[in-house]
């Protein structure tokens, strides 16, 4: 797999599946501009390090649920590189509780963020990669957005419309070169998971064929297929990265 001399775009870019994903793609060969909202310098301290390891790469703050500040990354992906080949909607949030308990607010920010943020920045990049009669857009939703998860309806909400978003601009864009595919990761070692309880591991575990957490590696890894041109007649799909959790 080899991306040198395309460009790429990663929201949410800085840490956590996101970053893997960052140093998956420079490592290929992108050039990569990093999104992030609220973790500067853990964006910058990205962009140091895969410049140190000889790779281009630069960052922007931009809150994608914005339709303008979406709107504002694009460009400058565009300004700094001349050029979209390749768009990683990563960038997302959870606000957890019981439906009888979730405040109206936390199920609109969870769908702000997680959907339309991925919508908006869709739009946009739509239109640089039409033009450009090519590009990979790849979306990140999530194992429960297929199978549901207790405590989680916004969350399971916005990433089942990931995928409604992901086949339906898969056949929008088809003709014009574009594909768009999504990865849904099912539970993954990052901060969010080792603040589960111990139990709640011990339960997902015990559900799990291949008896582990998942690693953002995994998740980085088949992103970084997606994006070279050995997927270049793959599009419309869902790949869940689970360890078999959930079976189609």
Not at 151 to 173: D, F, H, M, P, V
Not at 175 to 182: F, H, L, P, Q, T
Not at 198 to 214: D, K, S
Request: neutral net charge.
């Amino acid at each position: 797999m080899n991306l040198k001399g395309k460009v790429a775009i990663v929201t949410g870019g800085a840490v956590g599946i996101g970053r893997a994903i960052s140093l998956k793609l420079a490592t290929l060969g992108a050039k990569l501009i990093v999104n992030y909202n609220t973790s500067s310098q853990k964006a910058r301290e990205l962009v140091e390090e895969i410049k140190a390891l000889g790779f281009e790469a630069d960052c922007i703050q931009a809150d994608i649920s914005k339709f303008d500040q979406a709107e504002k990354l694009i460009n400058f992906a565009i300004e700094r590189f001349g050029q979209i080949d390749i768009l990683v909607n990563n960038a997302g949030v959870t606000a957890d509780n019981l439906i009888l308990r979730m405040k109206e607010e936390d199920f609109d920010k969870v769908i702000e963020i997680n959907l339309k943020g991925t919508w908006n920045c869709c739009k946009h990049a739509s239109r640089i990669m039409s033009k450009q009669r090519s590009g990979k857009i790849i979306n990140i939703s999530s194992v429960v957005a297929l199978m549901g998860n207790i405590g989680q309806t916004n969350y399971c909400a916005s990433k089942a419309g990931i995928i409604g978003l992901t086949k339906a601009l898969a056949r929008e864009l088809g003709k014009r070169g574009v594909s768009v595919n999504a990865v849904a990761p099912g539970f993954i070692q990052t901060k969010m998971t080792e603040n589960l309880p111990q139990e709640m591991v011990e339960q997902v575990l015990n559900n799990i064929p291949l008896a582990r957490l998942g690693a953002v590696e995994d998740i980085a890894e088949v992103v970084g297929f997606l994006a070279s041109d050995s997927a270049n007649y793959i599009t419309g799909q869902v790949i869940n990265v689970d360890g078999g959790l959930y079976m189609n």
